[in-house]
């Protein structure tokens, strides 16, 4: 009997801990814009959604299919209960025609990935060459200076093209420069004659990339051999390396490494202001295969990976190390997050989130 209650009540406390996950609930998941007049310019709508969970939820990226689509959304942690948003803008410039654009919304609820949709239908207005490509990097112009790279599988590459015109009455010779070793760019042609089109074509691969997850890397483009590394020069390409769990044998899933972590709440406790204090963070792998924690993104300055990899090997656990500095930290309390990317199937990736109290 007595054993009968102690199965019970560890049932009981495993189903209440299993339970604590947030829950991303949107008012609606998608928006049609109707008619958008081009010359009226950009269009902006706002996604609402309430974590209707019972643990503080966060959403650590929002991803929209194309440069045309600016989503932004609320950075910080979302209690139970209250409401939070994602505000997409579209721009209609150099877009005429009808328009579907998806967003993904990456977040720790137990939906981990919500795709919005936005629509509508762009009517052109009469434009001259050079509100066709309406910005301006010295004598080229431009449709964007953004790329969207999007999902890549690892192991493979992706391709994107940039649209660009000389709009000198002068030849315009065109190179990039500050190119990461995993991303090419092939300029056709590389001399443009004056009012001439051509195209960057961009191309990220993978095989050579050392980061998994999101990435964001800033190139400079060079007219006639002058360099100017400055924001009118600069293009941005976003891009998110990602693994493929669809493709794993029967096998491979029996062995696959299990995340396990005690809590994804961290109580720091309180911090001495002007003092640091380290924290410790157990992970550990109840899986059969090494566990990878591929990558740790860190926004926060004042928090300090002493290893941002790491490798577990099945049955084992190990320690995420980090220092706070709370030296220019004004007192109060504060929430910071972390993102952890892993080859766990079921937990590619997890936020953590750290609170802590800063005083005298």
Known sequence: MKKTSLLFIAMALSTILFAQKPVIAFDITSHDFGKIEEEEGKATFVF?????????????????SCGCTTP???????????????????????????????????????????????????????????????????????????????NIEKGKSQVRVLEIQNGSNNDVRTTIESLPSYITAVVTPDVLKPKAEGKITFTLNTKVCPTWGPLMDDVYVVLNGQRKY????????????????????????????ILEVPTRTIEVGVIKKGSKKNVKYRISNKGIN????????????????????????????????????????????????????????????????LNWKVQK
């Open 48 to 64: 609402n959604f309430t974590n209707k969970g019972n643990a503080p939820m966060v959403v650590s990226r929002v991803q929209a």
């Open 72 to 150: 932004t959304w609320t950075k910080e942690p979302i209690e139970p209960g209250r409401k939070g948003s994602i505000t997409v803008t579209y721009n209609p410039v150099g877009r005429p025609g009808a328009f579907s654009k998806s967003i993904a919304v990456y977040s720790n609820a137990s939906e981990e990935q919500v795709n919005l949709m936005i629509r509508g239908e762009v009517i052109p207005k009469v434009t001259s060459d050079n509100e066709s490509m309406p910005l301006v990097m010295g004598d080229l112009r431009l449709k964007n200076k953004i790329v969207q790279m999007n």
């Open 230 to 257: 400055n924001d009118e020069y600069k293009v941005t390409l976003y891009s998110n390396v990602i693994e493929d769990f669809s493709k794993l044998t029967p096998d491979q899933k029996r062995k696959a490494p």
């Open 290 to 353: 090494p566990l990878e924690i591929r990558r740790i993104v860190n926004n926060n300055r004042e928090i300090a990976l002493h290893q941002p990899r790491l490798t577990v090997a099945g049955g084992k656990s190990a320690f995420i190390s980090m220092d706070i500095d709370s030296k220019n930290l004004p007192e109060g309390d504060y929430k910071k997050t972390l993102t952890i990317q892993t080859n766990d199937p079921d937990n590619s990736f997890i936020i953590a989130i």
